[in-house]
């Protein structure tokens, strides 16, 4: 499984943070999760956040650089694509990963990586966060969103 190696993470204070989750409608059961995740880690850490739903995640890029130029403080982005028998698996997936890379440099605010590329559904059930999941991706993306927009808030002084 992807998470073997994954570091070892103490809770953060977000407290005074505004997260916005943008999250995907495909694979809704998957999705659900995620985003079930990323609140949790949000949760437990302070930070104050709200969800915002977009078709799929082609078009995660857009909403989440709005997002982050609307004021927030960092961006956690869901999304879930399955791999087909076409080659659009890899178009989405590279729109998605290249767009979500660029709105990070160009905003120079966090975006929590949390868009599962899966050969099937049964991948994404085990790493959504639910009840009988090997790992909680939805979690993992919204802290390392929280952790890197704290790294950069005590850089910026």
Excluded: Y
């Excluded at 704290?150 to 002084?157: D, I, M, T, V, Y």
Aim: charged share 20%; no cysteine.
């Amino acid at each position: 499984m992807s998470g073997t190696g994954a570091p070892d993470s103490t809770p953060v204070d977000g407290a005074g943070l505004d997260v916005v989750i943008v999250a995907g409608q495909w694979h809704e059961a998957i999705a659900d999760g995620l985003i079930a995740g990323a609140v949790r880690a949000l949760d437990a850490a302070g930070a104050s956040h709200r969800l915002v739903r977009v078709p799929g995640s082609f078009e995660l890029p857009v909403v989440a650089k709005a997002a982050l130029e609307a004021g927030a403080d960092a961006v956690v982005a869901l999304g879930v694509i399955v791999r087909g028998g076409t080659p659009h698996f890899e178009f989405v997936s590279a729109a998605a990963t290249d767009g979500l890379t660029r709105v990070a440099l160009d905003t120079g605010k966090p975006v929590g990586f949390g868009v599962l590329t899966l050969d099937n559904e049964l991948q994404g059930l085990d790493r959504a966060g639910l009840a009988d999941s090997e790992e909680d991706k939805g979690f993992e993306a919204a802290d390392a969103a929280l952790r890197t927009a704290l790294a950069l808030r005590a850089l910026r002084g």
